[in-house]
């Protein structure tokens, strides 16, 4: 009786150990799941004819608080309350992913994108700093 005990402790131990590794998986396919959905979002439409058409939107977390996805989108069509739920929570998951990790040494602060209006379609250009 006592050697059933042992192996169900230790079937519960390792089902145990497997639960993060699952849910870090499980978090990055959300991740690439929301990349695809933010995309389709805001779609391949012609959306801008100049640059104060296109903007930026940050979303992410790099353990120090600071964006670590941009993607351009236009202020011509109304996208932007859905863009702002899927970047909410696209920075919840990778913030939880990150949570267990311990914080970077060294946190350099992140030069946000410049918004591009290219071939009609607003996009994230280089950053100026």
Do not use: W
């Not at 870090?24 to 779609?43: C, F, M, N, T, V």
């Not at 913030?95 to 379609?121: D, F, L, T, W, Y």
Request: proline content about 6%; some cysteine; glycine content about 6%.
């Amino acid at each position: 009786m006592r050697d059933v005990a042992v192996v169900a402790g230790a079937a519960l131990a390792v089902a145990l150990a497997a639960v993060p590794v699952a849910r870090a998986s499980d978090d990055a396919e959300d991740l690439a799941r929301l990349k695809q959905e933010i995309h389709g979002i805001i779609g391949d439409e012609v959306d801008c004819y100049n640059i104060v058409h296109c903007l930026v939107m940050s979303m992410g977390d790099d353990g120090c608080g600071n964006p670590t996805y941009f993607v351009g989108y236009s202020n011509r069509n109304s996208i932007k309350a859905a863009l702002e739920a899927k970047a909410a929570e696209y920075t919840f998951i990778e913030g939880e992913m990150r949570r267990a990790q311990p914080k970077p040494a060294s946190c350099k602060p992140v030069v946000v994108p410049q918004p591009i209006c290219h071939r009609n379609h607003c996009s994230v250009g280089e950053p100026i700093e």
